[in-house]
T-cell receptor, first 114, second 112 residues
Framework: EAQVTQNPRYLITVTGKKLTVTCSQN?????MSWYRQDPGLGLRQIYY???????DKGDVPEGYKVSRKEKRNFPLILESPSPNQTSLYFC?????????????FGDGTRLSIL | AQSVTQPDIHITVSEGASLELRCNYS??????LFWYVQSPGQGLQLLLK????DTLVQGIKGFEAEFKRSQSSFDLRKPSVHWSDAAEYFC??????????WGAGTKLIIKP
């Protein structure tokens, strides 16, 4: 089954404790992206990757890191989480880019930073 | 500046009634347009997309949308809603090959 898998689904942690949210897709997609969703703000893009070893900043990259060492995986790293990073996070992938192609989304990761 | 506006934060509709969710965009070129749906506790799923051609686009779950260039709109419609349609709906414009511009979403509430 084609899918995007995120882990964990839920996480409560404390300020400053490094965490990683994993994302994996099994569709051989070149494009992957991370979004955060906050009430009233819709989805805001954090980082995206057009292919292995190619990543770029989205609209809200501050406080986040990503890597793309393999085509299927695109982890999101919060080196020193802060409460303003409490949010619902989504990973998404598409075959090549997003301008004219649909994205497949994971089920989301709800992060609470205390 | 490029933007997508969904003017209704919430919409309440009776089960069996028709639905229209509005989406207006501001974009310089011919847009690629999307509607996604987010059911509670789940990720977003593509409902339909417009790239070119017929301005009335059919999607999954009985939804359709009409692209009106003169009004810069891409409104989503369904003739008769079901309780399972309760969700949040997002309109998006393909701004480039790398990014979409997203609306803030409209939460659909279904009255029994």
């Amino acid at each position: 089954e084609a899918q995007v898998t995120q882990n964990p689904r839920y996480l409560i942690t404390v300020t400053g404790k490094k965490l990683t949210v994993t994302c994996s897709q099994n569709m051989n997609h070149e494009y992957m992206s991370w979004y955060r969703q906050d009430p009233g703000l819709g989805l805001r893009q954090i980082y995206y990757s057009m292919n292995v070893e190619v990543t770029d900043k989205g609209d809200v990259p501050e406080g986040y890191k990503v890597s793309r060492k393999e085509k299927r995986n695109f982890p999101l790293i919060l080196e020193s989480p802060s409460p303003n990073q409490t949010s619902l996070y989504f990973c998404a992938s598409s075959f090549q880019g997003v301008g004219n192609q649909p994205q497949h989304f994971g089920d989301g990761t709800r992060l609470s930073i205390l | 500046a490029q933007s997508v506006t969904q003017p209704d934060i919430h919409i309440t509709v009776s089960e069996g009634a028709s639905l229209e969710l509005r989406c207006n965009y501001s974009y310089g070129a011919t847009p690629y347009l999307f509607w996604y749906v987010q059911s509670p506790g789940q990720g977003l799923q593509l409902l339909l997309k417009y790239f070119s051609g017929d301005t009335l686009v059919q999607g999954i779950k009985g939804f359709e949308a009409e692209f009106k260039r003169s009004q810069s709109s891409f409104d989503l419609r369904k003739p008769s809603v079901h309780w399972s349609d309760a969700a949040e709906y997002f309109c998006a414009v393909g701004a480039s090959n790398y990014q979409l511009i997203w609306g803030a979403g409209t939460k659909l509430i279904i009255k029994p």
